[in-house]
C-alpha cells in the first residue's frame, strides 16, 4: 500500500486540471479494492487507471491534486515563470521606444509599471488571501510609484543622470537590463509567496501588512515632500520634513513596504 500511495504521489506532482480529479477519485477507489477478494472489475479499474495516468503525466502542474490528496503545501513556479516573462516583455518594449525615440519620459513609467503587470495574474486568479492580498499591495504601491514618477518625467522632460547612458545603444540595452534584473530580483519577495499552496500565518499575514502600510505612506510623504521641496527649491538638497531626519526616507519606505511582502 505504500509504494501505491507514493506512486500517485509522483503522478499528482505532475498533473493537473480535471483529469487529475477524476484521477484522484480512482486511486481512491483502487486503493480499497486491494482491501477486498479479487475480482474481475479490478483488472478494468487498473486499465483505466493506467489509461488516466498516461494522461495525467503529459499534463504539467499537479499542485493542486496533490494538496487535495495529502494536505499538504506544494510550490509551483508557474506564476514566476509568468511573472518573469512580463518583466522580459515590459523591458524589451521599454528598450525599443527609447531606441526609436530617445526620450526618458517612459522609463519609470515601464521600469515600475512592470511590477503591477506581473502582480495582476495573481491577484485575479488566486484563491489563496495570503496571495490576494501580496497582488493587491505590489499592484498598487506600483501604479502609485509609476504614476509619481511618470507624471515627474513630463515635468522635468529629461533626466540628466541618465543622458550619457542613454546616449548610446549600448548604453541604452545595458540600462534596461539592469532595469530587467532589477524587476525581476526585487519581486522575489511576492512571486515566490505566490509559487506556495501555504495559507501561512494570520498573524505574519497582518504583521506583514501593517508594515507595508507603514512603508506606503512613508514613501509616498517623503515623495511628496521632497517634490514640494524642488518646485520652490531647485538645486537645493532638501532637508524638510521626513528628509530633515533621514537622508533617504523614500528609500526606507520602499524597504519597509517590501520587508512587509515579504513578512
Known sequence: MTILKWYFTIAFFLAKGTECEAFLLKQNS????FKKPLISTRIIEQT????????????????KVLQMSFNFPVFDNSPLSLSTSIFAITNAVGFIISILTGSHKHLDLLGTGAFALASIPSLISSTSTRVVVSSGAVTIWAIKLASFLFYRALK????????????TSSGTAGFWVISLVWGIICSLPHTLGTA?????????LVLGT????????????ADYQKWIFKQNNPGKFCNNGLWSISQ????????????GIFV
Open 248 to 259: 533617504h526616507p523614500n528609500f526606507f519606505g520602499n524597504l519597509l513596504l517590501w520587508s
Open 30 to 33: 483502487l486503493i480499497s479494492t
Open 196 to 204: 506556495s499552496s501555504s495559507e501561512g500565518s494570520p498573524i505574519t
Open 48 to 63: 483505466n487507471l493506467r489509461t488516466d495516468l498516461k494522461k495525467a503525466l503529459q499534463i504539467n502542474g499537479g499542485a
Open 156 to 167: 522635468l522632460k529629461t533626466d540628466a543622470r541618465l543622458d550619457d547612458v542613454l546616449s
Open 210 to 221: 501593517i508594515l507595508y502600510v507603514l512603508g506606503l505612506v512613508t514613501e509616498s510623504k
